[in-house]
């Protein structure tokens, strides 16, 4: 799929009418920065699983995307997904590859009973998982971090990213993807209380 068709794909998915990608993402980051303003108030309830990711995005793009709270298997988009030279999971394998992170997820105590070095570290190598596995069309990085930040306060911790910038954590995903965290887990040792 040309990069083109992959623009006019997601246009002809968004409920708000928007005819540019320039209008459809500014009305997007709008009603999105807007639910996650609200979530602090009024946090979506979950397992910490991935029912619990896909609930999370469906708050958010619900109003947006025809395709809100389904990955890309579910919402049968099969084009490559990717960042630079990163790759990110087929969508034919997503439903394995959530089934393996999010049981290994359950299997370690969603990382209860650490310290902040050994939650830090743990949390890094599980977003990292996230982020390969990159199971939705658009608003992969929102979700995430706000699945973290549930699972944080689950673990007894605070969790905020609101001081690391968008080239910091993109740095750390491009690095973590190559196998190195420790760009992420500085992320996670500074933004936990």
């Known amino acids: 799929m040309s990069q083109t068709d992959f623009d006019r794909e997601l246009l002809a998915s968004n409920l708000l009418e928007a005819k540019t990608l320039t209008q459809l993402y500014e009305k997007e980051k709008t009603l999105t920065n807007a639910k996650m303003i609200a979530l602090q108030n009024d946090p979506i309830v979950g397992q910490l699983d991935y029912v619990h990711l896909k609930a999370i995005h469906c708050f958010l793009f619900s109003d947006i995307y025809t395709w809100a709270g389904k990955d890309r298997h579910e919402a049968n988009i099969t084009a490559e997904f990717g960042k630079g030279t990163t790759f990110f999971t087929g969508y034919d394998k997503l439903p394995i590859v959530a089934k393996q992170l999010f049981d290994a997820l359950k299997n370690e105590n969603y990382f209860k009973g650490q310290n902040k070095e050994g939650f830090a570290k743990s949390a890094a190598v599980f ?67």
């Open 127 to 193: 977003m990292n998982g996230l982020n390969i596995m990159h199971p939705f069309r658009e608003g992969n990085g929102r979700v995430q971090r706000i699945f973290m930040e549930y699972m944080a306060k689950d673990a007894g911790y605070e969790l905020s990213f609101r001081d690391t910038s968008a080239d910091e954590m993109l740095k750390a995903s491009i690095y973590g993807a190559r196998g190195n965290l420790d760009l992420m887990e500085k992320i996670f040792v500074k933004s936990l209380k």
